[in-house]
């Protein structure tokens, strides 16, 4: 609980900016892939995009060209500049961590951040 804390969602006019941030606690280590993901109402959450620790990066075809992921693995950070905004991008987005701990395999989520684009 409490690994992962999102900030950055707001209420933006179609055509507008956001930075989604994502910091994952000191306690986590061995991150391999961090991402975001989002759910809008009665639909299934979907990916937005992903970066490895190497920096390969996913996005999903409804984002690529509009949104960039970037991450800052020496502080557990990712980030999601999202521009041009459309009002389909409305939705709770999620910010997910996976890797390898001396336990084991670990798969971590946010408790999401509310982006609202009007139209």
């Known amino acids: 609980q409490g690994h992962l804390v999102e900030s950055g969602g707001d209420l933006v006019q179609a055509g507008g900016s956001l930075t989604l941030t994502c910091a994952a606690s000191?306690?986590?280590?061995?991150?391999?892939?961090m991402g975001w993901y989002r759910q809008a109402p009665e639909k299934q959450r979907e990916l937005v995009a992903t970066i490895t620790t190497g920096g390969t990066i996913t996005y999903s075809d409804s984002v690529r060209g509009r949104f960039t992921i970037s991450r800052e693995n020496a502080y557990n950070r990712v980030h999601l500049q999202m521009n041009n905004l459309k009002p389909d991008d409305t939705a709770v987005y999620y910010c997910?961590?996976?890797?390898?701990?001396?336990?084991?395999?670990?798969?971590?989520w946010g408790q999401g951040t509310q982006v609202t684009v009007s139209s």
């Open positions: 000191r306690s986590v280590f061995g991150i391999i892939n």
């Open positions: 997910n961590a996976d890797g390898m701990s001396l336990t084991g395999r670990y798969n971590y």
